[in-house]
Each structure stands twice: as structure tokens, then as C-alpha cells.
């Protein structure tokens, strides 16, 4: 294990200095080819590269696949007894990702569709499942303390399982991508994640189960370094954009070792600022709340700070349900707005305008700064509930 | 077999609809994200969209996903005793097709350079290569008769064959890439090469290796069927391009297939024009002979045929070696020059050019059903020297 494991720390180093290497060599390119936006958050909207997701997102396959031949060193001498079910998980794995990396860039590139958006990610997921079926399919959830008077010890809610497990990589890849717009935010997350997801397998890697939270940290690792590579570039003032291709890369990622280390749960624990955002933006994601193109943050040119931003509706074009939202939000103090000549003037519903509701008009470099405190608190609590917490509703340990 | 096969054939149907469609909606997409390019050989030059390989590789993919539980369907059931070995080789295979799809998107994008189109490609083929070690590791080459003499019955060449088989890879896509460039050749071509291996697959499916060929035909029916779906529209006078992602996909299929299928030399016979051309533009691939940008024939619009492009170059900037490749081409009727004043003009050095100065002035149309019908007159031969003659120079059946 720990040859392995300097091998792998060798080669994320490598990747750490290659992603950052590639990426300036590729900035021209992405250039020529029309990949580039303006940073609407800065006085000068020069172009900057975007899709750089895509060389992270490379570079993580190239060292996953050099890695290959290392982690299965010893059973491959050994060919009679070789493990093709771990084999098996680590390719569905890498499949899954791939296809992500795919879509993600595709979309940088075409700006497809919601519908393709939906689509892909549940189709690139099936290999996963077919392969969590054939090496587990175990779908039987383990009951809190509380709740087991009525519903027993363990439930097996079949099917339903694979269901959620394929709405995972759909959630995950896409509530990163719609908690992002200012920056460093996208990577500052992932990493936190990232990280949150590694000290969990450190922690419960002389527990019971070490091959899977081992196999899990064999994906996270390069993961971490890839990325780690783009960060410096993308903080602010960013040189780069790292575009949904990167979104959609780590929300797989994040769903791919939750799935198949069996630590689903866990995962979204540490993905509680992202869910909030996700059910905050659910009304103007439904449209039951008008929703503009873009509901990032806007800029102040002449205090150089950000604050909330905003849109207007007619109060008739609400409807019943959008007004009762509304309320429901103001009276949770979750939304801001103003009502003038049957018009009404709201924040978008992003936790990032949540935020400069409170903090009023920030800098960009502290408003990102605050957004990843809040993420870091968040996998603090979600350590909390995991460990001290959960054995209060649970007897067992690894039942996340 | 034959339920899992027509189930097969029925998602084939809706893949070629499913591709064409999908590559009209998607038109005006790829033209607004400047994906697209200018057909040189029409009197008008109206932008065409590029790249549409990536759309029958989504589908190839998502077909190939939705026929994993068809496939393993019966071994589903019985968990216990699950092929992985199977499955881990269809997972690879679909691994290292999704790599290509990816990076063949990317060149069509970014315009990558030739150290990436061979580094990536290997490191693609590196999972297959693990894959094939596990399940084979069958490094023996069985001798021809006439060599046994000196050679023994069969040469282990180890740590080579596995060599030949990444190289095998970089081949197949950049030899289909290279042999482009007029409407309708890298898809007629694709679909001859691919339906010549189906057919040597069906041939073979009642023989000892059944489970194998019916693993290559998995992948080649989906394969041809997303083909099939854009061939009418890149036929003459071509609405899209397909780029070089279809390049990408389609070598790396057939490398696949003729990998883990242990057929890859009957494969590289389906391969004679494409090793042909490979060979004849190795002088001006390695810039021994200088190598305009573009190698495709010259429009003549008066008359609406294509001629072959040529090269000028000064004689002292030749060299040696140039020159000695030139005298040899010519005398084996290979090359066309004209030397004037110190200035050598002759043809490029590509299969298309050759075929022109031996028809004289064609029509695209035609010239492309000429190409064609070399091809398929080339598969014809293959098959020759694969059963017929293969006798003479070898005992068994299944050793290619």
C-alpha cells in the first residue's frame, strides 16, 4: 500500500506541475478558438481562457491510467488470482469521469441544451451502476434508532436505490456548476470537498473497510493535484476560466468514489452549501420566479465591489405560487426585495447575493474568501454529524 | 445470443435516426461556436459545420452503455459467478474509444499540436493494454511455415507485442486522418473497413473463439449504425464534416477490436490503402520532401474537377535523401514532376493525388467512389490472404 501510495504522490506532483504547464502553453489555443469570456466583475473585460477544465480533467485520466499498471503491480504478477471486480470499478469509474469530461468540454464549446445537460450524466453513470449491481447490490438502507419501531432495522428499497444513485452524479455535477461566477469559487469548493472527502478515507482507512476508502483516495489524490494545478491562475484576478467542463468532472468525481467507497451520504454531507443552493435556486430554476441569463453578482466599477444582484418582475406575472415563495423567503429572511408601482425588485436566489445581502457590498477577493469559510464550516458540521452525532440514530459504524 | 443480438440491432436502428437528427439540431450550434469550415473543392464557400463526429460518438457511447445489462443480462441474474473479466474488457475497450472521442473534440477545437495527438492516443490505449495482460498476456507470434526452419514454431517477442499494440492504436487514427479530405472518404472508407470486420467476425462466430468475435461485432454493429447516420449528409456535396473526432473514434474502434479480439493483423490487412498512403506521405510527413499545410487535390472550377496538388521546392533544398526518394518514386510511377529552372513541382505525396494523376481531371464525386472501390477491392484481397493463402503459410486457423 505505501509503495503505491508514494508512486501516486510522485505522479500528483508531476500533475500539479504539468496541469499549470499545459494550461499557460494551451491559453493561445483556447484563445484562436473563440473559448474565452469577459470577467464581468472587473473594470477591464479583457478575454480570458475558459474550458481550461478540460487539461485538469486530462491530465487527472493520463495519471490515473500511468497509475494502473502500479496499483495492480503485485496481482498482475500474480494473473491467475487478479481481482477484475476492483479492475472493473476503477474502469467504470474512470469511464464515468471521462464522459463527463467529454460533456462538460462539449458544452463549454456548443452551450448545449438543459435537456442534454440532464441526459448525459444519468447515461454516463449506467456503467457505474451496472458495476456497483454486479459487485455489491447492496441496496438495503440501515434505519436511525429512532424510526426503527416503525420501519424495522434495515430497508431494502431496491431499485429506488440505483435511481438515486444515478440522480447523484446528475446533482452533484450540477449544483457546482450553479454555485460559481466569481473567482476561484468553482475550484475553491471542489478542493474543499476534495479534501473534506480524503480526510474521511485517511480516518477510515484502519477501520473495516480499507480497500474501498483506499480505492476512493486513488481517485482523489490526482483529482486534487489536477486541480490544485489550475488554482493559482484562477484566484483572483483570474487569468483563467476553468468553465463547466471543470464542474462537471469534479461533481462526477465527487459521485463516482461516493457510490462505489459506499459513503454516498457522506458525500452530500459535505455538499450542504451546495444542496442549500441548489433548493434556494429551485424557484427561479423552475421558473416559477423569472430567472435572468446570468444571476452572478454585480460590480460596482467605482467602489470595485460586488453587490447582490437583482431582477424585476410585474407582481401579476408571479402567480399564486411564486408569491407565496416569496413570502415564505422574506419571512425566513432569505430574500431582499421591493415593492414599487406593482413591480417587484428581488435578489436572485444564488447563496452568493444571500451573502451580499448580509456582508453588503464586498470585494470580490473576500466575497470568495467568505463563500469557501462558509464551505469549510460546513464539512466541520458534516464531520460532526458523521462521527459523534450519527451514533446517536445509529449502532453501527460504516453504515454511511 | 440472438436476443441479446437483436435487442442490439433494434438500438442500432434508433442510433442511425437517433444521429442523424440529433446532427441537424445541433447545426446551428457548432456553427455559432466557429466549428465549422469551408469545403475547398465547391465554387461557393459557404461555412460548413465540423466536427459532427463527436455526435455519432455520444451516440456510439450511449448505445454501447445502454447494452451493458442487455449483455450481461443472464450473468446478472447469477451474481456470483459474473464474467468480470468480460466486462472489465468491454469497459476498457469503451475507455480508451471515450479518451479518443475527447481528444479528437479537442484537436477539432483547439487545433492541438502533433506531440499531442501521439502522446495522448498511447497513453489512451494504456487501460486496454492492462486489460489484454491480464486476461492473455499471449505474447507469441506463431511462425510462418517457410521461416520455421530458423525461427522455431513460434518467437514470445514479450514486452514488444505489447509496443505493437499501443502503436497500433496512434495508427489507426492518424492513417484514416491522413486519407481525407474530399466528401464522403473518411466515412466510406470507415464504413468498408468496419463492415469488412463484421463480416470476418460473422464468419468466425462458428468457429473455436465465438465469445470473442461476438465482443468485436458488440462494438462494430453500434459503431457502423452512428456511422451510417451521418454517412447522407458528408456524402457528396457535403452539408457537415465530420472532423477529426470521426478519425479518432473510428481508428481507435478497429485498434480495439482487433486487440482484444486477437485479430488486430487480420485488421491492419483491411488496412492496405491506409498503409499505403501512411508509407507514401512518410517523405513529406518527416519533411524530407517539404509539406504544404494542406495535401488535398485543386479545385479547377471552370471544368468542376479536382486535379492533384502540388509541391514546388528549389532543387539544392532537397538534400540527398529527398532526392534519392524522388528518383525511386518515379521510377516505381509513383510521383509526378516537372523540373524547370532549378525547381522541382511535383505532387504530394497522399493516395488521393496518386489516383488523380492516373484518371487525370475527376470529379469529387467520382473520385471519392474510385478511392472507395480500391478500398473495398483491398478488403476483397484481405480476406484472400487471410483464408485461402494463409493456408500455405500456416497449420491452423486462428492464428491472426
Known amino acids: 500500500m505505501w509503495i503505491e501510495l508514494c508512486c501516486l504522490l510522485l505522479l500528483c506532483c508531476a500533475g500539479v506541475f504539468g496541469t499549470r504547464q499545459i494550461c499557460q502553453s494551451l491559453q493561445p489555443l483556447l484563445i484562436s478558438a473563440h473559448l474565452c469570456g469577459k470577467d464581468l466583475c472587473k473594470p ?19 495519471i490515473s491510467f500511468l497509475f494502473i499498471p502500479i496499483q495492480f503491480g503485485n496481482n498482475i504478477l500474480n494473473a491467475e488470482n487478479f481481482p477484475h471486480n476492483e479492475l472493473v470499478e476503477l474502469l467504470a469509474a474512470l469511464l464515468s469521469i471521462c464522459c463527463m469530461l467529454l460533456l462538460g468540454f462539449a458544452d463549454d464549446v456548443l452551450n448545449l441544451r438543459w435537456r442534454h445537460k440532464l441526459l448525459l450524466p444519468s447515461v454516463a453513470s449506467l456503467p ?44 452533484c455535477t450540477n449544483a457546482i456548476n450553479i454555485l460559481a461566477g466569481i473567482n476561484g469559487l468553482e475550484i475553491g469548493q471542489s478542493l474543499i470537498i476534495g479534501f473534506s472527502i480524503l480526510i474521511f478515507n485517511i480516518v477510515e482507512l484502519y477501520r473495516e473497510t480499507q480497500q474501498t476508502h483506499l480505492f476512493s483516495m486513488y481517485i482523489i489524490l490526482p483529482y486534487l493535484a489536477t486541480t490544485l494545478g489550475l488554482f493559482q491562475q484562477n484566484w483572483y484576478p483570474a487569468e483563467i476560466f476553468v468553465g463547466d467542463t471543470f464542474c462537471y468532472v469534479s ?55 460586488l453587490i447582490a444582484s437583482t431582477c424585476k418582475v410585474p407582481k401579476e406575472e408571479l402567480g399564486k405560487l411564486g ?36 456582508r453588503g457590498p464586498t470585494h470580490e477577493k473576500t466575497l470568495t474568501l467568505t463563500l469557501l469559510y462558509i464551505q469549510i464550516l460546513c464539512s466541520v458540521i458534516a464531520f460532526t454529524i458523521r462521527y459523534p452525532l450519527a451514533s446517536y440514530f445509529y449502532n453501527t459504524s460504516s453504515v454511511m
Not at 44 to 62: D, H, M, N, R, Y
Not at 278 to 293: A, E, G, N, T, W
Request: charged residues 10%; glycine residues 6%; hydrophobic residues 50%.
Open 323 to 358: 408569491l407565496s415563495i416569496i413570502y415564505v423567503l422574506k419571512s425566513l429572511k432569505l430574500v431582499e426585495y421591493d415593492y414599487r408601482e406593482d413591480v417587484i425588485t428581488m435578489n436572485n436566489f444564488t447563496l452568493i447575493n444571500l451573502v451580499l445581502i448580509y
Open 128 to 171: 457505474l451502476l451496472v458495476v456497483y449491481y454486479v459487485n455489491f447490490n447492496s441496496t438495503t438502507i440501515i434505519v436511525p434508532l429512532p424510526l426503527r419501531e416503525w420501519l424495522g432495522h434495515a430497508v431494502n428499497i431496491g431499485f429506488l436505490y440505483y435511481v438515486y444513485m444515478g440522480m447523484l452524479g446528475v446533482f
Open 44 to 62: 477591464k473585460q479583457t478575454p480570458i481562457p475558459e474550458a481550461t477544465g478540460v487539461i485538469s480533467g486530462c491530465v487527472f485520466l493520463i
Open 251 to 305: 461533481g462526477m468525481t465527487f459521485a463516482v468514489v461516493g457510490i462505489l467507497g459506499h459513503f454516498s451520504k457522506t458525500v452530500l454531507l459535505f455538499f450542504i452549501p451546495q444542496i442549500f443552493n441548489f433548493l434556494y435556486s429551485l424557484p427561479q430554476l423552475f421558473h416559477i420566479v423569472p430567472c435572468p441569463r446570468h444571476r452572478m453578482p454585480k460590480y460596482n466599477s467605482s467602489s470595485d465591489k
